[in-house]
């Protein structure tokens, strides 16, 4: 527990120190948020709102992870992935600014890092950690062996987790809150079965999102970017991935489940009979739309995350007896 609260502690102070810095100089060089056109209205006011928090998140949560750990490979293949999908939104956030328009990098590139990562992140579990080919049902305590389709499934949690984290970062604070809430369950998760590096580098990264979010806290004075909800996504998947809770996490990240659900929603609806769903998705900007602050908003999907997480610990605390 000393190494998990010293790494958390240490990666919020070193994100809540170089933040004021790192927001001056994105202003200097006008670095700012891009906002969608049709985005809602009260949006078009965050533009130019200095963008890629992300950095100092990863930087803090880098920083006191090295210093920390003892390097067990299930801790260093989670944040291997953590920060090669950081990476990838760094490039994402930095041809949208170069280019200065809301698309970055091109769908084909994105697939291919992302392949490029779950393959690493697959033979890390398989050759390194010694992980079982299997997906737990923990549900019916059930297990699949996947064997050569279990690297596809390793895909779809990274693809669809970094995915989900970044259409929840939509409003201030609202994907740096709901993640810490996530990472704080996987604490839990990693202490029950004895896997303390990685509850060290899930401190760490709890530390660095609750760091952010003294900037990022509405009114927000920085955004995450695509580097901290990709990197976000990443490290998440990867937690899921060498915690066998591939299944489990549609529970545990249920609030990003229905960020991305929203999305797929509306998309299929009105693409089937022109009508929609919500007013706009991701959901969140429904209730944008219907008159809820911002404040409100981000306070009780905060609420949802917590309830979920709550659920889903409390499920695989009865599933491993």
Known sequence: MGRVLIGGTASLLICIFLSPKFIEFLRKREFGQHIREDGPEGHHQKAGTPTMGGVIIFLAVSVAYLILTDYEWRSVGVFAAAIACALLGFADDYTKLVKRRSLG??????????????????????????????????????????????????????????????????????????????????????????????????????????????????????????????GLGGAIAGLAVMTKTELLLVLLGGIFVIEALSVVVQVISFQTTRKRVFLMAPIHHHFELRAWSETKIILRFWIVAAICCAIGFTLYRQSIG
């Not at 697939?111 to 299997?134: F, M, N, P, Q, R």
């Not at 059930?142 to 895909?155: H, S």
């Not at 996987?186 to 303390?196: K, M, N, P, R, V």
């Open 105 to 230: 990098l091109r769908a084909r590139t994105k697939l291919i890092v992302t392949v490029a990562i779950s393959v690493g992140l697959w033979l890390i579990a398989k050759d390194e950690a010694h992980l079982a080919s299997t997906l737990r049902l923990r549900f019916v305590d059930y297990q699949i062996d996947l064997g050569p389709f279990y690297p596809l499934l390793i895909y779809l949690v990274v693809a669809g987790t970094t995915s989900a984290v970044n259409l929840t970062d939509g409003l201030d604070g609202l994907a740096a809150g709901c993640a810490a809430i996530v990472l704080l369950a996987y604490i839990g998760i990693t202490f029950i079965t004895g896997e303390y590096d990685l509850a060290m580098l899930a401190g760490c990264l709890v530390g660095g999102c609750i760091g952010f979010l003294w900037f990022n806290a509405f009114p927000a004075t920085i955004f995450m970017g695509d580097t901290g909800s990709l």
